[in-house]
């Protein structure tokens, strides 16, 4: 009784229409407002009620907007790097990668294979940050108060070690277009294996504490459930769509940076609902500590920066370059007029589309399961208001 | 002062009884009204257990918890009435209820 | 079923340091119920008069102990004041329109109400008067005792003997209750059933 | 006057059936002081215990180790300006904590903590417990109504039908406990506390071990009914922050929001002392009739002041260690002062025990017997006082229907077969 099953996309119009209570009970709009506990930011729902089910939703998204693709029309192309930082700070890192490998694509320009090789360890390492921040403020949400902590000490490693490459701990700023501003420091491979070893057992931890959690099960089963045909009409990617069982993942499909001389697989859930997308995410943890066990072996020596001239004018023209953020598919459209300033860019932030399967996901279940199903998207809000 | 004899009980009992027949004579709302049969049912119970002490013998006691039962039953049944009734009409006043049939 | 006179009831039992129902607490009691269901006829807001009911619930049970019937002192407690009261207090609380407490509280006849409910205490009080002599004087003064269990089981013969009542001579009754009961309980959820 | 306070002394019976007003009193005052006393180490017990559950040290603060803690809190509370909503029922917004503080103390009057160590010995002890513990409701309903907000009305409806709905749950387990107590030779069961005690000590045998998987099954219902009963750990959906605010005493602050804290502790020890009552031979040391012998006796009645001498250990390890910086010196004598208090203890009480072995009829003997019966109670709620912050730590939040299917669907069936099942082995074996 979950989600209707409609016919592909939906038209919007009928939608209210279409959802005639029995007997007029007083429906009631409430508005999980901006100030939400549960909000992961300023995110305000409008949830139409029927008692305690949800007949319907309406996200009002705006209250982060800070207009950056317009200030990006008139800062050079160096200049805004660090803006991308501050758009998905949980995930900093891979924001940078994103835009650099674009407008590297646009210079046609090829980063260093050593640049490549710690672009794919700094991303891997921030996936996991990043995947442990979303589990610890999720189960806080269903409920269970102790992950949270577990996560946060085990991220504190990670942060460590950016601190330690590039001075800066969530807003890295750590790549420049062409390649690496910074060469490893001197223990950066050790301290990164020491890393490896350290946070294998703890993800143990939280499974242990979560996975087999008759209440965890009884909260997430069958909870927000999106068929693949939905997800794919309403073009969600990341772990929302590999877990309702389409195997997708930006990283095989079109490798970039160093991701096709690494083997690693990509964990597809089957029913879509918030349990398998918590698997999935756990799993890719997993994955990615193997990936970084595989690179910090073999970083090959020379330069970590290709030769681009000091006043990036690339030629006219536009192209569009995604990567696989943590949270989904994140791409970068940069129209350049020749001049040193960007004519338009346009960022496709993950967050931002699966945000519309909330309403999806979200009819029919309760107002405690709205507060599950935000969570699970693993929405950042300054991705979402850009 | 004068020893309780069982005569205060029915005396106490009777007071009861009056203050739920005018509750339920005069009050328009219909849930002041269940709560006056409540009274009303009490005073009866209140009877029963001092006739019982009075007798010595526990038949009265078993007799009140039967009450007690019916009680519950008969504020159950006349809630839901009310509920069903309020989601239609919007009222509980006594005077407006009215139909036997909505 | 005749009411067996218990002989043991004329014996005078030694009242022992303090009997159970003094007078000042009876009154205490008695006043409490009483002023309890004024309050309960009177009050504007159905909560105060919801309240007053518990005090009056709560006070009646103090009398059951004060007639050594603490089984029934209890299962008021636990159904009266624990069940119906919160079913009340729910159906208040879910029926709370603001529009009931501005209205006028009693009905337009209510001095007919008033009068009648005069006439049945004119009847109360014949009755007593009249009545009083039928009740033999020594039945009517109840011996005390400060050991409530002595006295209960003087009264009532050895513990468990409710238990072989309720379930013993009363069995049909029991299960009549039961039958009571279940119909009470599909009446109630069929009526406010939203969505069938 | 005096005999009758003296006349007391010797009598073993408890102070509110041998009609003593004066000394039942005394136990009333001593039993509320302990349960205040309880409810703030529990208080802070529950603070660094979270705290150490999610690897954070808790209040370290206020006095050594944070153990000033719940003085300040109470303090802190006290100070608070007293906010009441605008156009609340004034009358009924006052009265709300006082039921739901009269529910959960007034349970303390049947608890045994000992064969005469109880205010009054009710022959319907459990009867007037499941009373009294369903009056909690009321003033949980009457809180959310009298707040006046929309937020703490739902939330008051939403925790009383949970407790409601397990209170059902709850007192088929008790029917099935003293179910049990009826099958020695009379027959005739007890409901009053002390005697179901008595029972098991008679029947020699725990009742949460009797038939064995039926004791044990009626004790793990009424352990989970308990814990939605007082809207504790994964059945706290009245404080569901992420939806409804703070449940009904969001609009409540200062002192009368701590009268519903208290209420809330209160009725978690008095709930799980029930437990302990009826399924863990309330004060019996373990193994009293097998270890007779009296080198076991006087083994046994050393415990108490073993355990206070490890607490002692303990605060003398913890002050210690406590770095020698002057920053520390006002916290280091705190606990040093501390530790040497639970010292005295436990030397007062390793001084009766040894008493009391020597001279049987002394006082001492029956004073260290006294102690011994208080002590293994407290010691039984104080395991299960852990299991509550253990589950808070460690469980996410039911969701509102799933608890009512849980309390209905599951526990009430398994409830009733329990008690038919215990029925019927009762009959085949006596």
């Not at chain 1, 073999?298 to 004018?313: D, F, Q, R, S």
């Not at chain 4, 529990?42 to 370290?60: D, S, V």
């Not at chain 4, 009298?146 to 008790?174: C, K």
Request: aromatic letters at 12%; glycine letters at 8%; a neutral charge.
């Amino acid at each position: 009784m979950n989600a209707p099953t409609n016919d592909g996309t939906q038209d919007v119009s009928k939608r209210w229409l279409s959802e005639k209570p029995y007997l007029d009970s007083n429906e009631l709009i409430i508005n999980m407002g901006p100030q939400h506990p549960a909000t992961h930011g300023v995110l305000r729902v409008i949830l139409k009620l029927d008692g305690e089910r949800v007949l319907g939703t309406e996200c009002v998204i705006g209250y982060l907007h800070r207009g950056v693709e317009k200030i990006a029309e008139n800062r050079t192309y160096a200049m805004f790097n660090p803006y991308v930082d501050r758009m998905d700070y949980v995930a900093a890192v891979s924001n940078g990668l994103g835009y650099c490998e674009a407008v590297e694509k646009l210079l046609n320009v090829e980063a260093p294979p050593r640049a490549k090789y710690i672009r794919v360890i700094l991303t891997e390492l921030n996936r996991i940050a990043s995947h442990q921040l979303w589990l610890g403020t999720h189960a806080l949400d269903i409920g269970a108060m102790t992950p949270l902590f577990y996560t946060f000490r085990d991220r504190e490693e990670i942060l460590k070690i950016f601190e330690r490459y590039c001075g800066a701990r969530l807003t890295t700023h750590a790549f420049r277009i062409g390649g690496c501003q910074y060469e490893t420091y001197a223990g950066f491979e050790k301290d990164v294996k020491k890393f490896l070893t350290f946070v294998a057992p703890k993800i143990d931890e939280y499974e242990a504490l979560l996975t087999t959690n008759r209440i965890w099960m009884e909260r997430t089963k069958n909870v927000g459930v999106i068929s693949a045909a939905d997800a794919i009409a309403l073009g969600v990617t990341g772990p929302v769509l590999r877990a309702s069982g389409v195997k997708w993942d930006l990283r095989k499909a079109q490798p970039y940076a160093a991701y096709s001389d690494f083997d690693f697989e990509i964990p597809v859930g089957t029913k879509g609902d918030t349990y398998d997308r918590y698997l999935v995410r756990m799993a890719e943890m997993r994955q990615s500590l193997g990936i970084i066990e595989q690179a910090v072996n073999v970083i090959p020596e020379g330069p970590i920066m290709a030769k681009v001239p000091k006043v990036i004018k690339p030629p006219v023209g536009e192209i569009y370059h995604s990567i696989e953020a943590p949270k989904g598919e994140l791409g970068y459209f940069i129209v350049s007029d020749g001049s040193t300033q960007p004519y338009r860019l346009r960022v496709r932030p993950p967050s931002f589309v699966n945000l519309q399967a909330l309403d999806i996901m979200v009819r029919g279940l309760l107002v405690a399961d709205v507060v599950a199903v935000i969570g699970t998207i693993d929405i950042v809000l300054g991705e979402v208001d850009r | 002062m004068v020893p309780i004899t069982t005569f205060h009980y029915l005396v106490v009992a009777a007071a009861l009884f009056v203050l739920g027949v005018i509750g339920v004579l005069t009050r328009r709302n219909v849930v002041i009204v269940l709560m006056s049969i409540e009274l009303i049912l009490n005073a009866v119970n209140l009877n029963l257990v001092a006739f019982s002490r009075m007798w010595g013998n526990l038949n009265g006691q078993v007799f009140s918890i039967f009450i007690t039962v019916d009680a519950a039953a008969e504020a159950a049944a006349g809630l839901g009435i009310l509920i069903a009734f309020f989601r239609n009409k919007e009222t509980i006043n006594v005077d407006e209820i009215d139909l036997l049939k909505w | 079923m005749n009411p067996v006179v218990n002989s043991a009831l004329n014996t005078t039992i030694d009242p022992g340091m303090a009997p159970v129902a003094t007078p000042f607490f009876f009154y205490l009691l008695a006043g409490l119920a009483i002023a309890g269901g004024v309050f309960v006829i009177t009050r504007r807001n159905s909560v105060h008069s919801a309240l007053a009911l518990i005090v009056t619930l709560l006070s009646v049970a103090g009398l059951y102990l004060m007639l050594y019937a603490p089984f029934v002192a209890a299962t008021q407690i636990i159904v009266y004041a624990g069940g119906i009261m919160v079913l009340f207090l729910f159906v208040i609380m879910l029926v709370n329109i603001e529009r009931v407490s501005k209205e006028r509280r009693f009905n337009r006849i209510w001095p007919a109400g008033v009068s009648a409910a005069c006439a049945l205490m004119a009847l109360f009080v014949f009755a007593f008067v009249k009545g009083k002599a039928l009740f033999p004087d020594r039945l009517m003064t109840l011996r005390e005792s400060s050991n409530t269990q002595e006295i209960a089981t003087m009264l009532y013969g050895e513990r468990g003997k409710m238990g072989q009542y309720t379930f013993g001579q009363y069995t049909f009754t029991f299960e009549i209750a039961s039958l009571l009961l279940l119909v009470a309980i599909l009446g109630a959820v069929i009526m406010t059933k939203k969505k069938m | 006057m005096l005999n009758f306070v003296m006349s007391y002394l010797g009598s073993t019976v408890t102070p509110g059936q041998a009609g003593n007003q004066f000394w039942a009193l005394i136990y009333v005052l001593i039993i509320f002081a302990g349960v205040s006393v309880a409810v703030v180490a529990m208080n802070w017990i529950e603070r660094k215990a979270l705290a150490h559950f999610q690897i954070r040290l808790g209040p370290m603060r206020v006095g050594p180790h944070g153990l000033l803690q719940p003085i300040a809190d109470a303090l802190k509370l006290m100070l608070k300006e007293d906010i009441i909503p605008a156009e609340a029922d004034q009358f009924v917004f006052w009265v709300a904590p006082l039921i739901g503080l009269l529910a959960a103390f007034a349970v303390y009057t049947v608890i045994p903590f000992g064969p005469s160590q109880a205010v009054s010995d009710m022959n319907i002890g459990i009867l007037f417990m499941l009373g009294v513990s369903s009056l909690g409701a009321l003033g949980i309903v009457v809180a959310g109504w009298a707040s006046n907000s929309h937020y703490p009305l739902i939330g008051a409806l939403r925790s009383t039908a949970q407790m409601v709905s397990y209170e059902v749950a709850m007192g088929l387990a008790v029917v099935s406990a003293v179910l049990m107590t009826s099958l020695n030779s009379t027959g005739t069961g007890t409901l009053s506390m002390i005697g179901i005690v008595q029972a098991q000590q008679q029947q020699g045998i725990w009742f949460i071990f009797k038939f064995f998987p039926l004791g044990l099954l009626a004790f793990v219902i009424f352990a989970i009914a308990m814990i939605a009963e007082t809207n504790r750990a994964p059945f706290d959906m009245a404080e569901a922050e992420s939806e409804l605010t703070a449940g009904y005493h969001t609009e409540y602050s200062g002192l009368r929001w701590s009268l519903f804290m208290l209420a809330e502790y209160a009725a978690m020890i008095a709930v799980s002392s029930i437990a302990v009552t009826l399924w863990l031979g309330g004060w019996m040391r373990p193994f009293p009739n097998l270890l007779q012998a009296p080198a076991w006796q006087f083994t046994f009645s050393l415990f108490p002041g073993l355990t206070f001498l490890g607490l002692a250990a303990i605060a003398g390890f913890g002050t210690a260690r406590m770095p020698a910086h002057s920053f520390f010196r006002i916290q280091r004598i705190g606990l040093g002062v501390f530790a040497s208090l639970l010292g005295s203890i436990a030397l007062l009480l390793l001084l009766i025990a040894v008493a009391g072995r020597s001279a049987d009829t002394s006082i001492a003997a029956r004073f260290s017997e006294g102690i011994d019966y208080v002590y293994w109670f407290v010691l039984k709620v104080a395991i299960f006082m852990y299991l509550f912050i253990w589950y808070r730590a460690t469980w996410p939040r039911y969701r509102f229907d799933q608890l009512m299917r849980v309390g209905w669907k599951v526990l009430l069936p398994i409830s009733l077969g329990v008690l038919i099942a215990t029925a019927i082995v009762g009959v085949i074996i006596s």
